[in-house]
């Protein structure tokens, strides 16, 4: 069964950091492309962070460059999101999501992934 689970969402004040893991069953993480997407109300969901089947291939969003970092575990079949310096914009609920192919053009567009995990909540507030 395919399973991705995203998990280690919380509360954090404005600068702080919290990481979050994607846990995937039923297929391999580094034979597909996983995305990182926060959705908040009354916006379409939107996709910040990827990383390729290579792990040298990473995407951010301008709003999170050089404040996120993804990175994958093969071994635990997981992915994770390392979020520092968070910010109150940066709340909303965050999900994992499975693609079959990077697209350079548009790699966080949720379009292209088509295996989708429950939420984990994110509040940054003080």
């Known amino acids: 069964e395919v399973q991705l689970q995203a998990s280690g969402g919380g509360l954090v004040q404005p600068g702080g950091s919290l990481r979050l893991s994607c846990t995937v069953s039923?297929?391999?993480?580094?034979?597909?492309?996983i995305g990182w997407f926060r959705e908040t109300p009354g916006e379409d969901r939107a996709g910040f962070s990827c990383?390729?089947?290579?792990?040298?291939?990473?995407y951010y969003s301008d709003a999170v460059k050089g404040r996120f970092t993804i990175t994958r575990d093969n071994a635990r079949n997981t992915v994770y999101l390392q979020m520092n310096d968070l910010q109150l914009e940066d709340t909303g609920i965050y999900f994992c999501?499975?693609?079959?192919?990077?697209?350079?053009?548009?790699?966080?567009?949720?379009?292209?992934?088509?295996?989708w995990g429950q939420g984990t909540q994110v509040t940054v507030s003080s």
């Open positions: 990383i390729g089947k290579r792990e040298d291939q990473t």
């Open positions: 999501a499975a693609g079959k192919e990077l697209i350079p053009a548009s790699p966080l567009l949720p379009l292209w992934y088509d295996r």
């Open positions: 039923g297929f391999a993480v580094d034979e597909s492309v």
